[in-house]
């Protein structure tokens, strides 16, 4: 079993940065892919980052180049960097934890345990 929790979400301006962090609990957590997902209003759930247990990353083509994902196993820790944001980075960003560990998981089935997710608002 895994717990996931997040935090550093709030209200930024447009062009502003923000550092998300996900806590996880279980020794298992450095075996596992970790990825960020968000979820705008009335929006499907999408993908934005994984990072493979040997860290090796893939990001959504929206977030390509402004956001950065990176793990510290030692700290059981995985982060989102967000640079350059946009009022269409607005959404509730969940950090989620894959039995895929080699991999780089990007859909929702794919990922067995799931953060309750923090607030990003980005204001124009």
């Known amino acids: 079993q895994v717990q996931l929790v997040e935090s550093g979400g709030g209200l930024v301006q447009a062009g502003g940065s923000l550092r998300l962090s996900c806590a996880a609990s279980?020794?298992?957590?450095?075996?596992?892919?970790m990825g960020w997902f968000r979820q705008a209003p009335g929006k499907e759930r999408e993908f934005v980052a994984v990072?493979?247990?040997?860290?090796?990353?893939y990001y959504a083509d929206y977030v390509e180049g402004r956001f950065t994902i990176s793990r510290d196993n030692a700290k059981n820790t995985v982060y989102l960097q967000m640079n350059s944001l946009k009022p269409e980075d607005t959404a509730v960003y969940y950090c989620?934890?894959?039995?895929?560990?080699?991999?780089?998981?990007?859909?929702?089935?794919?990922?067995?345990?799931w953060g309750q997710g923090t607030q990003v608002t980005v204001s124009s």
């Open positions: 990072i493979s247990w040997r860290g090796s990353t």
């Open positions: 989620a934890a894959s039995a895929m560990g080699a991999g780089s998981p990007r859909y929702r089935y794919e990922y067995d345990y």
């Open positions: 279980g020794r298992t957590f450095s075996s596992y892919a």
